[in-house]
Every structure is written in C-alpha cells, then in structure tokens.
C-alpha cells in the first residue's frame, strides 16, 4: 500500500483550511455588504445624538420630554456585566470630547457596554475572526439598541470617607446634578430630556469583615460611590 508522504499531507491540510476560511470570510463579507447601508444609517444617528447633546452641554436647561406612542424603554444596567436580551436602550455620559466616556476610573464611564457598537464596527472594516451567524448577531445587538440617553454632567461632588468603627463609617453624602437627553436611534430624533438631581442614601451596606482599617475605607468609598451611580442611573432609566 502506498501512503502520502508527510510533507504531501500537511500540504493538503492547510490548502483545505485556506479554501475554508476563504469560504468563510467570503461569506461573512456577503452579510457585511447587504447590511451596509442599514448600519451606516444607524451609526449615523449615533453621531448625531452626540453632536445633538454637545450643543446642549452649555445651556442651562433641557428640551421637554414628549415619548408619543413609542415602545417603553428598558435602559441596561451596566454594573452587572451582563447582556441583558430585552434591554433596548443604553445609558452613556457625555465626555468632555464631545465622544462617549469610556473611562471606567470616572464615576459615569462605569456605565459603559462598549461591545454594543464595537463588534459590530470591527466586522465592518473587516478586523477579527468574522463568520456569517458572527457578523448577522453583531448587527442585531446593534440594531436592538433603539433608545440613547446621553447624560450631561453639570456638576458632581464625590462622597467623601471621614472615620468610623468596623460596623460604620461617617461620611459626607455624594451629590450629582445634570440631565438626561433621550434619542430615538430608529428615527434619528431627539425624544427631549429631564433635569437630574442624585445624592446618596443615608445608610449604605459594605463588607468589612476581615479589612484591616485602611482597606475597610477603601471599601467604604467604593461602596459610596457605587451607590451614587446606581442612584443616578435608576433617575435616568425613567424617562
């Protein structure tokens, strides 16, 4: 019996892989190019609602808020890092840029779920391990997010830690102040906004069992701050 030779094998091995991933990409690139259009047309309604919330940034005020006959909101809760399914609208801060923050050591840039526009951005210009059922998921998640609320801090003073014993600590209440400008992604529309005012509960719970006094601070402050987040965005998930 004649066998293939080892070289002749690896040969053959590798030229089905190229012709598969060949196939592949080929396919990827079909759903890429009949989606094209849909996709720009939505990014460029993402764009706008920036530009749209920068050119309220230095007004004192907020345009009234009418929601009309649309579909209720349901704003994702970032903080648990989880892609909630039903979720169809995301909540971002304005950064001073003019672009959403992302920096998760501010207070608002923890409110980030990048992958909502990300992935699918990647597979447009062709970056990454893209496969047909891949790039189709990407766009629906894209797609899915119908509402925007962009927030524009106007003012913000970070609880501060004072001392305290293993069961509690002392501190001065956080406090936010901003507003809430909510876009219709499917329409390209302003839908109007609110004004915002957060400050912290009188009481919050944190784990200070086995924290030696500097880390129980440490604990303390991040609990604070956490739950002014939380406090701002349960306001801003109720349009």
């Not at 920036?50 to 009234?64: Q, S, Y």
């Not at 876009?183 to 109007?192: A, H, Q, S, T, V």
């Not at 030696?212 to 303390?220: G, I, L, M, R």
């Amino acid at each position: 019996m004649k066998t293939l030779a080892p070289l002749l094998v690896l040969a053959l091995i590798i030229t089905a892989c190229g012709d598969e991933d060949a196939e592949r990409k080929a396919e990827a690139q079909g759903v890429i190019d009949s989606i094209r259009t849909e996709y720009e047309a939505r990014e460029a309604n993402v764009q706008d609602a920036l530009k749209t919330a920068g050119e309220w940034r230095n007004k004192p005020d907020a345009p009234p808020l009418e929601w009309g006959e649309r579909p209720p909101a349901k704003f994702l809760d970032a903080r648990n890092n989880k892609l909630d399914k039903e979720a169809n609208g995301r909540i971002f801060e304005l950064g001073d840029d003019g672009n959403f923050n992302t920096d998760p050591k501010t207070m608002l840039g923890l409110f980030i779920e990048k992958k909502w526009r990300e992935d699918i951005a990647k597979a447009m210009t062709g970056e990454g391990y893209l496969t047909k059922g891949g790039v189709q998921a990407d766009f629906e998640k894209f797609k899915q997010v119908r509402y925007l609320c962009l927030l524009l801090t106007d003012s913000y003073v970070a609880p501060k830690i004072g001392t305290g014993t293993l069961f509690k600590v002392n501190f001065e209440a956080g406090h936010w102040r901003g507003r809430a400008l909510y876009f219709d992604l499917e329409e390209g529309k302003l839908i109007g906004g609110k004004k915002l005012e957060v400050t912290n509960a009188g009481n919050i719970d944190f784990k200070t069992k086995g924290l030696e006094a500097e880390e129980q601070k440490k604990a303390a402050q991040n609990a604070a701050d956490s739950d002014l987040r939380q406090k701002v965005l349960e306001a801003a998930s109720n349009p």
